[in-house]
């Protein structure tokens, strides 16, 4: 932020490694291509050292305009293996491990910090393309369900015992 500050966001430019895209404003898009971005890794300034230093990515060339750009929409296929987790299984969990947990400060934790739409620890359950389509549209979720992933116990299990150090 800092090095934006520094330069101004006019000549700043974003890395969307998901998309594979680099952006400098709505007009100027530089796209890459999907295995290519999927190797992209950032590494500290000044960790660059040309023999040893960490895996490093060089530009070369020249950059071609397009007239048309294919879309590839990724889609996470195997939500159950990233998500393992029902809510119901999630609080058991949570409680096991932080016995001073109950079901209801895992709820409390969930809604206060968002996680439901926090990709990092859960995923919605559509029932259906159209239910999923009209939720981005409009940004109203209908009742589904959610599911979680290992980031979201140890998340949860943190705030509660953060929470209870306090009291």
Known sequence: MSKIGKAGPQ???????ERAVIEKDDTRILVLDEDL???IKIIKEGQFVEKTGADTLKLIGDIVPVNKIEV???VKENLIKS?????LELAEKIVNIC????QNDVWKAISDNDIKNNTDYSAYVFRNKKQEDTYRETGVLPSVPSIYNENAVTFIVKIIE?????I
Not at 11 to 17: E, F, H, L, P, V
Not at 83 to 87: D, K
């Open 11 to 17: 000549n700043a430019a974003i890395s969307d490694t």
């Open 37 to 39: 971005a999927g190797k």
């Open 72 to 74: 590839i929409r990724r």
């Open 83 to 87: 998500y393992p987790l029902s809510a």
């Open 99 to 102: 016995p001073i947990a109950k």
């Open 162 to 166: 953060v929470k209870n150090d306090g």
